[in-house]
């Protein structure tokens, strides 16, 4: 499974991104999917995750209301919809995928895609 990941960028705190993965390689329509980032000097983190069907969605508290994850039509895509940033939402972000459960996706998914840069400035 090849994970492809685009959409980063510099905004204004307050602004909106939107991250996109396309995964190819592989039907990935029934795995879960996540997001990662990691921020400089920080460890890595989960962001959001997304069931296969896309009915069930899990995100950190620090995004809860203001990110929002799904599924495109065809379920090999996953979007990041990213409102209101703030400068601590800077980081690498990472999209990542699991054919277990959506609870595994979000600590240790078995395949990752490259990292695409969000800077949020103050």
């Known amino acids: 499974v090849q994970l492809q990941a685009s959409g980063g960028g510099l905004v204004q705190a307050g602004g909106s991104l939107r991250l996109s993965c396309a995964a190819s390689?592989?039907?990935?329509?029934?795995?879960?999917m996540a997001w990662f980032r990691r921020a400089p000097g920080k460890e890595r983190e989960f962001v959001a995750a997304i069931s296969w069907g896309g009915a069930t969605t899990y995100y950190a508290d620090s995004v809860k209301g203001r990110f929002t994850m799904s599924r495109g039509n065809t379920k090999n895509t996953v979007y990041l919809q990213m409102n209101s940033l703030e400068p601590e939402d800077t980081a690498v972000y990472y999209c990542a995928a699991d054919s277990s459960s959506i609870t595994s996706t979000t600590r240790s998914p078995r395949y990752w895609g490259q990292g695409t840069q969000v800077t949020v400035s103050s």
């Open positions: 390689g592989r039907t990935v329509g029934n795995y879960a």
